[in-house]
């Protein structure tokens, strides 16, 4: 299956956009969750749980999944495969496990959000849930950033799949031209 | 047929700090640390124990 030039160009411009639009979503989000933690104004601190429920519920989880889709559509359609460079299996596996994980975490947002929107939050509610979302986007922040790299630099590196396959294509084409010989 | 490359290097560091961030996440989810633990009852605005 392979895609035409200008759909290959449609489908790689909608992976980066959502790609990257996914890491500056959780950079937000990271950035909303530490001042959540250690912010001293009340308003400000409820103000940063209620944004961090709408743009975990409106934002990233709808980038984390057009991001993995368009990633999926990008590998299969284009001569790269999803399953012959490292580098791509390991985006994948990233952005799969990226995306159950933060599938997870809605929930804790989600009750985060309610409780920032019922009343105020002093500085000790839920001092460990509130960390730990810190925690996490961080982490998701360093994963997606890995993500990024490898899509930029494309290390080299074949999977034995790969590898069999460029075996095929090389007898194939060498059978080819001896025939046309 | 040559035999096919070995696996790279960066290859192996990014499977193996994946895997230890699948187990750290497992073992913090499974003892009740993860993804909120206990999350208290809200209602009304006031907070449950």
């Given amino acids: ?181 | 047929m040559t035999e096919a490359p070995p696996t790279p290097t960066w290859v192996k560091v990014i499977g193996i700090v994946i895997i230890v961030l699948v187990i750290v996440f497992g073992a913090l989810h499974l003892t009740g640390r993860g993804l909120g633990g206990h999350m208290p009852h809200v209602e009304n605005g006031t907070q449950q124990p």
């Fill in chain 1, 1 to 181: 299956m392979t895609m035409t030039p200008s759909f290959r160009k449609l489908a790689l411009t909608a992976h980066i956009t959502t790609s990257v639009g996914w890491f500056g979503a959780v950079a937000a989000f990271l950035s909303l969750a530490i001042i959540g933690l250690i912010g001293q104004d009340e308003l400000t601190v409820r103000a940063c749980y209620l944004g961090m429920g709408i743009a975990a519920r409106f934002v990233i989880v709808p980038l984390a999944i057009a991001s993995l889709v368009t990633g999926l559509i990008q590998a299969l359609g284009s001569k790269w495969g999803l399953f012959r460079h490292y580098w791509i299996v390991v985006k994948l596996v990233i952005a799969a496990l990226a995306t159950m994980v933060l599938l997870l975490h809605m929930q804790p947002i989600n009750f985060l959000s309610h409780a920032a929107s019922k009343a105020p939050l002093s500085a000790t509610d839920y001092r460990d849930l509130r960390f730990q979302l810190v925690v996490n986007a961080s982490t998701a922040l360093a994963i997606l950033l890995v993500a990024i790299v490898l899509a930029v630099y494309k290390p080299r590196g074949v999977t034995r799949y790969g590898w069999r396959k460029q075996q095929e294509e090389r007898q194939g084409s060498k059978a080819s031209s001896a025939q046309t010989e």
